[in-house]
């Protein structure tokens, strides 16, 4: 059984202005989401600025993100790290908490080689195997690239690696592991403006940025496409086209967490070495949340 279908939030982390992060702002996110049809809440990934929360802060935040969320969607909580020690731990305690899921981002920095990914993946997934796995494949982002074969060999040979939140860009190696995974893996989009390929693919869903500020359209595009109306889901894909491209003008998240202050929202400031968003882009983005029916406060 998936781990979801549809789109999950890769949900940000709201902070007061002295930056601590503010649990009751993300309280309010949470039931934000789940009343407008978002599927999963995917907690502590990069969106999330897990890479400068405290171990823990890192690990307050899944905990109560699973209490808040109270088994009314699943709850994924990103526990990679470059340290696959690291990794074991922050997943242990997500797994002993009820986490439905871990997303696992392969090693940043250290740029581990295919084997030393499956050795890294193998050891983790070996001390939570009762909790699913989905790897997380985002080379812009670490400097290393899971290879198909790499990803069709854990799902097949590790029990509880079931899924990859694909986020590479490069249809045609996603389409390459989706022909050697024979339906052992679950795909999810990892990339907002990619969503219907992927989909066409074989993937289930997407893990979402753009869901933080349009779960409602974002939920209802993978939906319509699953059940068959392909248009109705292109026309929602390609209308978002200029809000995703705003959404990634700069770094993510410092655009959505700036999306989501237009709002009203009140999600806080950024975490150095994120600074505000720069006015000229600020303004590009106004307009494509105008323009796709968001409204501002």
């Given at each position: 059984?998936?781990i979801?279908?549809?789109?999950?939030?890769?949900?940000?982390?709201?902070?007061?202005?002295?930056?601590?992060?503010?649990?009751?702002?993300?309280?309010?996110?949470?039931?934000?989401?789940?009343?407008?049809?978002?599927?999963a809440?995917?907690?502590?990934?990069?969106?999330?600025?897990?890479s400068?929360?405290?171990h823990?802060?890192?690990?307050?935040?899944?905990?109560?993100?699973?209490?808040?969320?109270?088994?009314?969607?699943?709850?994924?909580?990103?526990?990679?790290?470059?340290?696959?020690?690291t990794?074991?731990?922050l997943?242990?305690?997500?797994?002993?908490?009820?986490?439905d899921?871990l997303?696992?981002?392969?090693?940043?920095?250290?740029?581990?080689?295919?084997?030393?990914?499956?050795?890294?993946?193998?050891?983790?997934a070996?001390?939570?195997?009762?909790?699913?796995?989905?790897?997380y494949?985002?080379?812009?982002?670490?400097?290393?690239?899971?290879?198909?074969?790499?990803?069709?060999?854990?799902?097949?040979?590790?029990?509880?690696?079931?899924?990859?939140?694909?986020?590479?860009?490069?249809?045609?190696?996603?389409?390459k592991?989706?022909?050697?995974?024979?339906?052992c893996?679950?795909?999810?989009?990892?990339?907002?403006d990619?969503?219907?390929?992927?989909?066409?693919?074989?993937?289930?869903?997407?893990?979402s940025?753009?869901?933080?500020?349009?779960?409602?359209?974002?939920?209802?595009?993978?939906?319509?496409?699953?059940?068959g109306?392909?248009?109705?889901?292109?026309?929602?894909?390609?209308?978002?086209?200029?809000?995703?491209s705003?959404?990634?003008?700069?770094?993510?998240?410092?655009?959505?967490?700036?999306?989501?202050n237009?709002?009203?929202?009140?999600?806080?400031p950024l975490?150095?070495?994120?600074?505000?968003?720069?006015?000229?882009?600020?303004?590009?983005?106004?307009?494509?949340?105008?323009d796709?029916?968001?409204?501002?406060?």
């Open positions: 059984m998936a979801f279908r549809g789109a999950g939030v890769a949900i940000v982390t709201p902070m007061y202005d002295d930056g601590k992060v503010n649990y009751d702002k993300l309280g309010e996110l949470i039931e934000f989401q789940i009343a407008n049809g978002t599927d809440i995917i907690i502590c990934g990069t969106t999330g600025e897990s400068t929360l405290t823990g802060e890192h690990l307050q935040a899944i905990h109560y993100t699973i209490e808040k969320a109270a088994k009314r969607i699943p709850v994924i909580a990103g526990t990679g790290s470059n340290c696959t020690e990794a074991i731990m997943s242990k305690e997500a797994a002993s908490y009820g986490a899921a997303l696992l981002v392969t090693p940043y920095y250290n740029k581990a080689t295919q084997k030393g990914l499956i050795a890294h993946y193998t050891a983790i070996n001390e939570v195997p009762d909790t699913p796995i989905i790897m494949n985002v080379p812009s982002r670490t400097g290393c690239n899971l290879q198909p074969a790499t990803v069709v060999s854990l799902a097949k040979n590790v029990k509880n690696i079931v899924g990859i939140k694909a986020a590479s860009g490069d249809l045609s190696q996603i389409a592991m989706m022909s050697m995974a024979d339906g893996l679950e795909l999810y989009s990892g990339n907002d990619q969503v219907l390929p992927i989909l066409s693919l074989g993937g289930l869903g997407v893990i940025v753009l869901s933080n500020v349009a779960p409602r359209q974002t939920h209802d595009m993978v939906m319509k496409f699953l059940e109306d392909t248009a109705g889901a292109a026309k929602i894909q390609l209308d978002a086209i200029p809000l995703i705003a959404l990634f003008c700069e770094v993510n998240p410092i655009p959505v967490k700036t999306a989501l237009l709002m009203g929202m009140e999600v806080g975490r150095m070495p994120l600074t505000e968003m720069e006015d000229a882009n600020k303004e590009v983005l106004k307009k494509a949340m105008k796709f029916g968001i409204t501002l406060a």
